[in-house]
T-cell receptor, first 114, second 111 residues
Framework: ETGVTQTPRHLVMGMTNKKSLKCEQH?????MYWYKQSAKKPLELMFV???????ENNSVPSRFSPECPNSSHLFLHLHTLQPEDSALYLC?????????????FGQGTRLTVV | RKEVEQDPGPFNVPEGATVAFNCTYS??????FFWYRQDCRKEPKLLMS???SGNEDGRFTAQLNRASQYISLLIRDSKLSDSATYLC????????????FGAGTRLTVKP
């Protein structure tokens, strides 16, 4: 069983649809993240949650809406997306407050907006 | 200037070769550094942390040069299984949890 689980693994949605991505971590971590990985671009940090509180939003459009109900679960709600939002969306977790702690990633959701 | 500059490659090397990647960063306040590995269509995974004094893990050696603001990764005796994209990663503040990623360097090891 992987420490960070993401569902669904693949998602195709129309521009008028509403969908949600789910992430769950089983590592006892207290920080969770959403990253976006587009083709031939670096991973882009989207949102950071520490102890369920959002601490960073890197100028992400409002059509992406995160939710963190507890330290083990993270959602990314999607609505009225654009084709350029097609990418691999990666969730990660780590232990907050420890400088050299690594982040563990889920396997990602490959999103295609049509 | 970009936050980080990483040669995208691709690096194509024969088995057994030694290969090195560099990653330069612009923010001198950057605190923690890592190398991650990402296989095709998979998630990134930690390869090794980079310590100020340099560190080695088997065939892999990581170095940090704060004066010149770069980190490096050296792979000795390359294996076919080393083929992947190598990402340099940093954290800017010690208690800040967001990790920033370089664009990655693609390595292909050939028989």
């Amino acid at each position: 069983e992987t420490g960070v689980t993401q569902t669904p693994r693949h998602l195709v949605m129309g521009m008028t649809n509403k969908k949600s991505l789910k992430c769950e971590q089983h590592l006892g971590h207290n920080a969770m993240y959403w990253y976006k990985q587009s083709a031939k671009k670096p991973l882009e940090l989207m949102f950071v949650y520490n102890f369920k509180e959002q601490t960073e939003n890197n100028s992400v459009p409002s059509r992406f809406s995160p939710e963190c109900p507890n330290s083990s679960h993270l959602f990314l709600h999607l609505h009225t997306l654009q084709p350029e939002d097609s990418a691999l969306y990666l969730c990660a977790s780590s232990q907050a407050g420890m400088a050299n702690t690594e982040a563990f990633f889920g396997q990602g959701t490959r999103l295609t907006v049509v | 200037r970009k936050e980080v500059e990483q040669d995208p490659g691709p690096f194509n090397v024969p088995e057994g070769a030694t290969v090195a990647f560099n990653c330069t960063y612009s923010n001198s306040a950057s605190q923690s550094f890592f190398w991650y590995r990402q296989d095709c269509r998979k998630e990134p995974k930690l390869l090794m942390s980079v310590y100020s004094s340099g560190n080695e893990d088997g065939r892999f050696t990581a170095q940090l040069n704060r004066a010149s603001q770069y980190i490096s990764l050296l792979i000795r005796d390359s294996k076919l299984s080393d083929s992947a994209t190598y990402l340099c990663v940093w954290r800017e503040r010690p208690n800040n949890n967001d990790m920033r990623f370089g664009a990655g360097t693609r390595l292909t090891v050939k028989p």
